[in-house]
């Protein structure tokens, strides 16, 4: 079974500040992974995904992040944060090859103060 | 047009009642699922379906059932509503996990 940890329920920075989100996994295969960002009553929104190939994945609104195997990690950063940052962030896994079960992390909520 | 699109948005409903929501996609995926997610906005699949066959059921009361007519739509029927399923439903369509979301139902009993 595949499950995923994301330390911290709550980051908080200030604006223009390094945003760090944490998230390590566990798979039985080699994953895909995903972060979905989640702003105030809405849907889930992908922000960006590791299938194959390079490690370190760029997203959309300036986020990337890097698969480290060693590690069993896939820390989201972002070099500068934004007011329009702050919502609730979700790393997820999916074994390929699996049942087709994607697994999220609990979240954490992205706070950005001016 | 909406590629992943559910109804109601919104539902209020007395305890006991039943209620469907629906779902359909237009991206010509395989595989579509419902998530629950509760007041902690934990994400929890309650079931998958491959082409129309039930893949995955996570342990979900048989109040829950889910219905695919095609492989473009995923219907969630609940029967005799409880305090307990106020949450927001979401439905999903996928291809290799990658996952697009509704916007979400909020369903709350009262």
């Known amino acids: 079974a595949q499950s995923v940890t994301q330390l911290g329920s709550h980051v908080s920075v200030s604006e223009g500040a390094l945003v760090l989100l944490r998230c390590n996994y566990s798979?039985?295969?080699?994953?895909?992974l995903f972060w979905y960002v989640q702003y105030p009553n809405q849907g889930l929104q992908l922000l960006l995904k590791?299938?194959?190939?390079?490690?370190l994945v760029k997203g959309i609104n300036g986020f990337e992040a890097e698969f480290k195997k060693s590690e069993t990690s896939f820390h989201l950063t972002k070099p500068s944060a934004h007011m329009s940052d702050a919502a609730e962030y979700f790393c997820?896994?999916?074994?390929?090859?699996?049942?087709?079960?994607?697994?999220f992390g609990k979240g954490t909520l992205l706070t950005v103060n001016p | 047009d909406t590629a992943v699109s559910q109804t109601p948005k919104y539902l209020v409903t007395q305890m006991g009642n039943d209620k469907s929501i629906k779902c359909e996609q237009n991206?010509?995926?395989?595989?579509m699922y419902w998530y629950k997610q509760d007041s902690k906005k934990f994400l929890k699949i309650m079931f998958s379906?491959?082409?129309?066959?039930?893949?995955i059921n996570e342990t979900v009361p048989n109040r829950f059932s889910p219905k695919s007519p095609d492989k473009a739509h995923l219907n969630l029927h609940i029967n005799s509503l409880e305090l307990g399923d106020s949450a927001v439903y979401f439905c999903?369509?996928?291809?290799?996990?990658?996952?697009?979301f509704g916007s979400g139902t909020r369903l709350t009993v009262v």
């Open positions: 999903a369509s996928s291809l290799e996990g990658y996952c697009t």
């Open positions: 991206l010509g995926h395989d595989t």
């Open positions: 590791y299938t194959t190939g390079a490690t």
């Open positions: 798979s039985s295969v080699p994953p895909y």
């Open positions: 997820a896994v999916f074994p390929r090859g699996s049942n087709y079960k994607l697994t």
């Open positions: 379906y491959n082409n129309k066959e039930l893949i």
